[in-house]
């Protein structure tokens, strides 16, 4: 027997309605299993559906279920101290002497038991989760080597599964050198590309392939190396580009039709022009541009002009962006980077789903999508990005199964 | 029976204990009635209070129950639409004549009904006790006559009892002139001082009076006659000063022995010595730099050298920080402004009680205070600060009634 969902706005983020939004009032959601089977005004719904039992949807409005395409929510230890420190004046270098800054992570990855990157994962994930996430991405790249980039891979399955969210896993072993590769960044690619990758790709455990290709990162020779051996095992890439500065790293990951480059602060009118002819989407990470007080902003009318796709996204992560809030994501990519309201929610939408190459499974309300929906106690979709810190989510459909809070 | 809650450690932020946060590690607190009749480190525990059974405190960090000592929270309507439009490049003129900005706040809050302000409120006031917030300051100011002044007090003291939150309400008739008043800001400020202000002290529902000092609010004129219509009335004064330009508000905030001047990102040594001097707080409201997207950042260590107490609020208001999260305040603090984490949490505590005239019944965790106390679920109490967009309050004891959340 199908579910039928009433009493609700429904904001389909789908052009095909032709509306902001694509915005349906009054509207009706038939689900059937795990999928949407129809959706449209209450007063179109075909007659055969009129005899199910309605689920009153509160006077809700129905978004597809949220996405955050880019994280790296699996990690051990927490950074709150560094923070602290660096507050009370100490300087970068000598919180690095100190065994801070990413490496520390590496060692707490290395260290924490499977079972506790599960947990502390799942709980990231769980509020993730409150805010309406349905379909999460998960990066590795604090092993840096094989076994602990497996660990990390099978708890972001493991902790998604717990907290009840779709995942997409992202090998980023080239996300920095391990320290046991000091001044060796060429052996670690060859370790990345000739054992680590093909292992955990034979295993199931990756669905797409990153890297950081920066100044402080990989060289676009050594990225290069990387998505070869992606290709060579079927996979998708995606890419840390041009956060730091312009290395062409946004036109590289088109060249290898990745499905996003992300950060891209400085792309410029090249790598937006590749990246459109590529399908390769932004994502913006404002979550990062405020807790480093970036100042340089993505091109957005770039890609305005261009027609790259934005996604937005937390980057999870405890030493640049340690937020669990994707809902406060859209209120700083409004803010920081003055997308409108309606660009914010299609960049954890529809544009996040591109990003992940999820589409048309996730992303949009549409029959034939799963059923994953958010349901939002607001008056209309922008009151999504214009409140801050603020989570209205009364209600989630996680393949077909609704739940509303009490 | 007293109430003694174990298993905790206890950020008092109290100097007596003479550690960062005075926190005392593997901490008992005894709750007798309303007030903390004991605390310290359990194993000092006094023999009389042994047979007590405890509460397990479940490893959590105890801290003063919050305070936001800065809110327009009681309003009508919301502005979601407004802020869309703007990304949308309507400007500002426009929204004007539109009929949008402060005057349709001040249009819907009069339309507003007493039951419809207390809902919306309460609403809003919940987040904010879901973080632990105890103590909340509330402004009048969408009124502008006195039916409505009286409205959205009224509303503030049912609110917060509704939310199970301290109140002290706040008459800020001198928000902006308005519209019958246009051009005649004088006579509206004799309608404040002779009519709204007497009336409404005399009927009790007023602890401290406000005037928004600035280019385009009052002069400083004005809020004399203002601060001295307060004086008649034995009313303790606060300032919106020196937000926008340097007016000297914080200098004449101090004259009048205010409890704080609020904003402040143009005050200057004399302003900061002068408020020194009167033993006036300094209120940082981040979440309006924000939104409003400032650039002039509250003068820090003019205050750290004269040691001007300095609280941090959400400002929460429709239409400059449409926030009710005080801990994403406390994140904002430290990256916009640069306070450390110890700092911005004694902004939210203690020196926000101070701002309130409310020390020391609120803002510390000492023997003979209100036992109000928010748990948090974290490592160091610098994490309520590192983290972003998340709430770890698992926990709450209001006037010496303890939940945990299951």
């Given at each position: 027997m199908p579910n039928l969902i009433t009493h609700i706005s429904a904001?389909?983020?789908?052009?095909?309605?032709?509306?902001?939004?694509?915005?349906?009032?009054?509207?009706?959601?038939?689900?059937?299993?795990?999928?949407?089977?129809?959706?449209?005004?209450?007063d179109q719904l075909p007659a055969h559906y009129h005899n199910i039992e309605a689920i009153d949807g509160r006077g809700t409005w129905a978004l597809p279920g949220l996405i955050d395409c880019h994280t790296h929510i699996v990690y051990g230890g927490m950074r709150a101290g560094e923070f602290e420190k660096r507050l009370q004046g100490v300087s970068y270098e000598e919180i690095a002497r100190q065994g801070g800054g990413i490496r520390s992570t590496v060692t707490m990855t290395r260290e924490a038991s499977l079972e506790e990157l599960i947990d502390t994962a799942a709980d990231r994930l769980a509020e993730l989760r409150r805010e309406g996430v349905t379909l999460v991405e998960i990066k590795s790249g604090y092993g840096l080597n094989l076994e602990t980039e497996r660990k990390q891979l099978i708890a972001a399955g493991k902790a998604a599964q717990r907290a009840r969210i779709d995942v997409r896993r992202t090998f980023l072993g080239a996300h920095t050198i391990p320290p046991e590769y000091d001044g060796r960044a060429d052996d670690y690619i060859d370790l990345v590309c000739n054992e680590i990758l093909p292992t955990l790709a034979a295993e199931g455990l990756i669905d797409a392939v990153d890297a950081f290709c920066e100044t402080i990162g990989f060289?676009?020779?050594?990225?290069?190396?990387?998505?070869?051996?992606?290709?060579?095992?079927?996979?998708?890439?995606?890419?840390?580009a041009d956060q730091i500065t312009n290395s062409g790293g946004a036109a590289l990951a088109a060249e290898f039709d990745a499905l996003s480059a992300d950060h891209v602060e400085f792309c410029d009118e090249s790598g937006a022009r590749a990246m459109a002819a590529h399908g390769t989407a932004a994502v913006l990470l404002p979550g990062a541009f405020y807790f480093l007080r970036e100042n340089q902003k993505p091109p957005i009318d770039l890609f305005r002009?261009?027609?790259?796709?934005?996604?937005?996204?937390?980057?999870?992560?405890?030493?640049s962006s340690p937020t669990t809030s994707l809902l406060l994501m859209l209120s700083m990519a409004c803010t920081f980077f003055r997308l409108t309201p309606e660009e914010a929610i299609n960049g954890i939408t529809t544009a996040a789903a591109q990003a992940l190459g999820a589409a048309p499974e996730h992303g949009t309300l549409t029959p034939g999508a799963l059923a994953n929906i958010a349901f939002f106690k607001i008056t209309q979709p922008a009151e999504l990005a214009y409140r801050i810190g603020h989570n209205p989510c009364v209600g989630r459909c996680y393949r077909g199964k609704v739940e509303f809070e009490e």
């Open positions: 904001a389909t983020m789908s052009p095909s309605h032709g509306s902001a939004y694509g915005a349906i009032h009054d509207a009706a959601i038939v689900i059937d299993g795990e999928r949407i089977a129809w959706l449209g005004p209450r060289t676009p020779a050594q990225t290069r190396r990387v998505f070869e051996a992606a290709r060579i095992h079927d996979l998708p890439v995606k890419l840390h002009r261009h027609k790259v796709a934005m996604a937005v996204s937390t980057d999870s992560n405890p030493g």
